[in-house]
């Protein structure tokens, strides 16, 4: 029902709701995500929200709030397992990829994994880590192509 929901950032202006005005309808379900956001703020909005079990709010609450989260989650590992088969040059260095753990860019060192999916594979490895190598390896892919293309 909170997905069903929906009002442009004008209409929750006149609610007192601080939006973006971007023009962008926004469902209870995201409104919800937002900060000092609760279901009780939305029933006043929403008069159907009334009544809504206070054990349910809660947890709506919650998953609204992580939402963001792991629908990122989700799409950096569809595009991860998209890319499985890109390689890793050889002279790749994983000291130069911001974000990963000393503890990782030893073991990337050691093992000298040839494309994404023997990255995925060594021990620690996290869809956020994989997604950080691989945004590298494109670049300097591209980067490489574009080096090609004025030399030739």
Excluded: C
């Excluded at 209870?28 to 709010?57: C, I, R, T």
């Excluded at 869809?127 to 300097?140: C, D, G, R, W």
């Amino acid at each position: 029902m909170l997905k069903s929901l929906s009002l442009t950032p004008k209409q929750g202006a006149a609610h007192g709701l601080s939006l973006n005005q971007d023009g962008q309808r926004r469902t209870a379900y995201e409104l919800l995500a937002y900060p000092n956001q609760s279901m009780a703020g939305l029933a006043d909005v929403w008069e159907e929200l009334h009544g809504v079990n206070p054990k349910v709010a809660e947890a709506l609450e919650i998953e609204s709030t992580y939402s963001v989260y792991m629908n990122r989650q989700a799409a950096d590992i569809g595009s991860t397992i998209r890319d499985e088969s890109k390689t890793i040059p050889l002279s790749f260095d994983y000291s130069t990829v911001p974000g990963l753990s000393n503890e990782l860019r030893i073991k990337l060192a050691k093992h000298q994994p040839s494309n994404v999916a023997q990255a995925a594979k060594v021990d620690g490895m996290t869809p956020a880590a994989l997604a950080l190598i691989l945004a590298l390896v494109k670049k300097e892919a591209a980067v490489a192509d574009r080096v090609k293309r004025v030399s030739a």
